[in-house]
Antibody, heavy 116, light 107 residues
Framework: EVQLVESGGGVVRPGGSLRLFCAAS????????MSWVRQAPGKGLEWVSG????????GYADSVKGRFTISRDNAKNSLYLQMNSLTAEDTALYHC?????????WGQGTLVTVSS | DIQMTQSPSTLSASVGDRVTITCRAS??????LAWYQQKPGKAPKSLIY???SSESGVPSRFSGSGSATEFTLTISSLQPDDFATYYC?????????FGQGTKVEIK
């Protein structure tokens, strides 16, 4: 069974940083690209970032480019999102998703709240 | 960026109804379109990819069609488990973008 479990969310002050984690299981992790998709409270879905199977290619939404960095460790079946210079507009539930274009499995998400 | 516009935003329907949700792209995306279902407090679930291909395990009452700029998701006979919000997503060109969602409510 495919499982994606996110962690690392929390409350952070504006300008602060957080690192999100996604633990993957139930499939061959390095066969797939992976992505982060976020959902602000009561709002729709927004693609944040994606990475190919070996980390050699990454993409970012304009809203996070230069502030967020996606990475992966295939030996640990793990996906990461380093988030810097956070603003209130980054407050959202962050989902890890399998795929680098369309997303066939999603995690439940980890909540990031940016507030002073 | 490619804008995705869904209609309607909210849809009231009864069990057994045929339901159609439309998704329009601001420019051609060929068939690079996916549909997702999301229930409150749950992760999205993939239903359809490449406009008309169903994910494994998705009930046959869900179908997708369309190409270029106009797409539809059809539920042939609405079931109680189908009341949810549905999103389309294009993956023709970066950044990938989603529609604003269509909430299917009980009439």
């Amino acid at each position: 069974e495919v499982q994606l479990v996110e962690s690392g969310g929390g409350v952070v002050r504006p300008g602060g940083s957080l690192r999100l984690f996604c633990a993957a299981s139930g499939f061959t992790f390095d066969d797939y690209g992976m992505s982060w998709v976020r959902q602000a409270p009561g709002k729709g879905l927004e693609w944040v970032s994606g990475i190919n199977w070996n980390g050699g290619s990454t993409g970012y939404a304009d809203s996070v480019k230069g502030r967020f960095t996606i990475s992966r460790d295939n030996a640990k079946n793990s996906l990461y999102l380093q988030m810097n210079s956070l603003t209130a507009e980054d407050t959202a539930l962050y989902h890890c998703a399998r795929g680098n274009s369309n997303f066939d499995y999603w995690g439940q998400g980890t909540l990031v709240t940016v507030s002073s | 960026d490619i804008q995705m516009t869904q209609s309607p935003s909210t849809l009231s329907a009864s069990v057994g109804d045929r339901v159609t949700i439309t998704c329009r792209a601001s420019q051609s995306i060929s068939s690079w379109l996916a549909w997702y279902q999301q229930k409150p407090g749950k992760a999205p679930k993939s239903l359809i990819y490449k406009a008309s291909s169903s994910e494994s395990g998705v009930p046959s009452r869900f179908s997708g069609s369309g190409s270029a700029t106009e797409f539809t998701l059809t539920i042939s006979s609405l079931q109680p488990d189908d009341f949810a919000t549905y999103y389309c997503q294009q993956y023709n060109s970066y950044p990938w973008t989603f529609g604003q969602g269509t909430k299917v409510e009980i009439k």
